[in-house]
C-alpha cells in the first residue's frame, strides 16, 4: 500500500510563488510515475504535472508551463511542486498522484492518492 501526504498549502499573492511538497511511504514508490493534480471549486479534477521514476520525463499542462517545476527526490521519497508567478486561477486543492497504468494527464490512470492541501491565491 502507498500513502501521499501533501504539505505546504497555503495562501499566496499573484505573481508569487508557493511550494508543495508530496512525502510517499509504501513499498516500490521511488519506481513508481508521480504528479500533481488540483480542483477548483465546481471544476473537474485536472492535471498540473508529472514526473516518471528517475526525473528525466517531465510533462506539465499548458496553463502552468513555465511557471510551475515538478521535481522528485528517490532519497526522501518525495515529490515537490515549486509553483511562480501565481494567479488567481491557480486556485485549488492540490492533489498528489501515484502509479499510472493507461494515460499520465487523466486522472482515473493514477491508483493512490493523497488527501489534498489547498492553494489560495489572491489577486
Known amino acids: 500500500q502507498v500513502q501521499l501526504v501533501e504539505s505546504g498549502g497555503g495562501l499566496g499573492q499573484a505573481g508569487g510563488s508557493l511550494g508543495l511538497s508530496c512525502a510517499a511511504s509504501?513499498?516500490?514508490?521511488?519506481?513508481?510515475?508521480m504528479a500533481w493534480f488540483r480542483q477548483a471549486p465546481g471544476k473537474e479534477r485536472e492535471f498540473v504535472a508529472a514526473?516518471?521514476?528517475?526525473?528525466?520525463?517531465?510533462n506539465y499542462a499548458d496553463s502552468v508551463k513555465g511557471r510551475f517545476t515538478i521535481a522528485r527526490d528517490n532519497a526522501k521519497n518525495t515529490v515537490y511542486l515549486q509553483m511562480n508567478s501565481l494567479k488567481p486561477q491557480d486556485t485549488a486543492v492540490y492533489y498528489c498522484?501515484?502509479?499510472?497504468?493507461?494515460?499520465?494527464?487523466?486522472?482515473?490512470?493514477?491508483?493512490?492518492w493523497g488527501q489534498g492541501t489547498q492553494v489560495t491565491v489572491s489577486s
Open positions: 514526473i516518471n521514476w528517475n526525473g528525466r520525463s517531465r
Open positions: 509504501g513499498r516500490a514508490v521511488s519506481s513508481y510515475a
Open positions: 498522484a501515484a502509479h499510472y497504468s493507461g494515460t499520465y494527464y487523466l486522472a482515473e490512470s493514477y491508483d493512490y
